[in-house]
């Protein structure tokens, strides 16, 4: 191994970004802790102190998971690069297969599976364990395993494709050091692609979708999209239940092939008034176009990192400072993978505060269109059975939270 200047780089990045990551964990165990007995002004009449301290507790594990979660996957990043984890596997893989485009899908389909197979135990303590305990979990066994066999599946189908289609283009002389723009291409063409084909004939692998049948509550969903101008493919209600207790709603697709679909999980803790709400808080983000700019913004970033790599694929000390020792196309595609989330740390907060802005938003258009009394109780209701903290630590806020607290949103709606 040649370390360089780089590798100290990368190693101070690091180091700043765990030491970060812990600080802001701790903060919000801190935030948790001193409201832990006091239900936050304004709740006091709609969540009762157990049910808060029922969330202070879950948000408390799942942080104390979240600690090991960072420390590992440091040591786990520092191993494949700087530990020549990554270099090992490279050179096990190039002295069985000739063809440099097959030998590196293959080298990155490895990486993609040693990856899952080193985040199973956390998954399966989150969902078995963590989630358990709280009475969330609704997951079996079997759904677990079928959908990881799923999950690997799809990988296959629909990824490994797409990994050799880039290590093609990166691999071709003539197309010369442009390269990266023929895979932007492909990149953001498959990204649409899959908005599209995601309703239809993804999501029904993993959960069953029927029509709503609830009539009355069928009438206000209709008015509701005809008095805001919006269609849908249908109404949709997905059997949530089948892995958790918590509930949610969600407008997905692109163009026509649009669905709008609700937790059955959801149904049942609402009234029929509150999930128009719900419904009409998710239309105030396709009615200020947050889908459209979120993709354009998630484009733009893709483009940037792209022309950044195809600098970086030329330099050596990108590669001799991550513990690699043979420059490639795919040695480069998957240490900048690798590397890209230490150095874009922190630009993590203005993405969430552009995030939060638009939940404003599409709350304000809610309460133009329905109710914002409504919105308000179903907002508690989703706060209440999910068991989300109503007291977060604002720094931690600001790292991690794509939506604002429930104390902001319910102040900005009153």
């Known amino acids: 191994m040649q370390f360089n200047l780089f590798t100290f780089i990368f190693l101070f990045a690091i180091s700043t970004s765990v030491l970060s990551l812990l600080w802001l964990n701790f903060r919000q165990d801190k935030a948790i802790n001193n409201s832990f007995n006091v239900v936050p002004e304004g709740f006091s009449k709609s969540i009762k102190l157990e049910d808060h301290q029922k969330a202070g507790s879950y948000t408390k594990a799942k942080l104390l998971l979240n600690h090991f979660e960072i420390i590992f996957s440091t040591v786990v990043l520092l191993i494949w690069t700087l530990g020549g984890a990554m270099d090992s596997l490279n050179s096990y893989w190039s002295q069985r297969i000739l063809d440099p485009v097959f030998m590196g899908t293959v080298f990155v389909l490895s990486i993609m599976l040693i990856a899952s197979l080193i985040d199973l135990p956390f998954s399966i303590y989150r969902t078995f364990v963590l989630e358990q305990k709280f009475g969330f979990n609704r997951m079996t066994i079997r759904t677990f395993v079928g959908d990881l066999f799923k999950e690997i599946l799809l990988t296959l189908i629909l990824i490994l494709p797409l990994i050799y289609a880039i290590l093609f283009l990166m691999n071709i002389e003539?197309?010369?050091?442009y390269w990266w723009i023929y895979v932007w291409l492909i990149i953001s063409g498959f990204s649409l692609i899959m908005m599209w084909i995601y309703p239809s004939y993804i999501a029904p692998i993993f959960n069953k979708f029927n029509l709503l049948e609830n009539e009355s509550l069928k009438n206000r969903i209709t008015s509701l999209l005809t008095r805001t101008g919006f269609g849908s493919d249908g109404i949709y209600v997905m059997d949530g239940s089948k892995r958790s207790s918590h509930g949610?709603?969600?407008?997905?697709?692109?163009?026509?092939?649009?669905?709008?679909?609700?937790?059955?999980?959801?149904?049942?803790?609402?009234?029929?008034?509150?999930?128009?709400?719900?419904?009409?808080?998710?239309?105030?983000?396709f009615h200020h176009k947050h889908t459209q700019k979120r993709m354009v913004s998630s484009f733009i970033f893709s483009f940037a990192s792209l022309a950044l790599l195809g600098f970086l694929i030329k330099q050596t000390w990108f590669y001799n400072g991550l513990g690699v020792t043979e420059p490639?196309?795919?040695?480069a595609l998957v240490l900048f993978a690798l590397a890209l989330p230490v150095f874009s740390f922190f630009i993590t907060p203005f993405s969430n505060l552009a995030s939060r802005k638009h939940e404003f938003q599409a709350d304000a258009f809610a309460a133009s269109h329905t109710d914002a009394n409504d919105l308000i109780s179903s907002l508690i209701k989703l706060y209440k059975e999910n068991s989300s903290s109503l007291s977060p630590d604002k720094y931690y806020s600001a790292f991690h939270d794509s939506h604002p607290s429930a104390v902001l949103r319910i102040e900005r709606l009153q």
Do not use: C, Q, W
């Open 174 to 177: 003539s197309i010369g050091n």
């Open 248 to 285: 949610n709603a969600y407008f997905t697709g692109i163009g026509k092939n649009k669905r709008i679909v609700f937790f059955d999980t959801l149904l049942k803790g609402m009234e029929d008034k509150e999930i128009e709400a719900i419904l009409a808080h998710e239309l105030g983000h």
């Open 328 to 331: 490639s196309s795919h040695a």
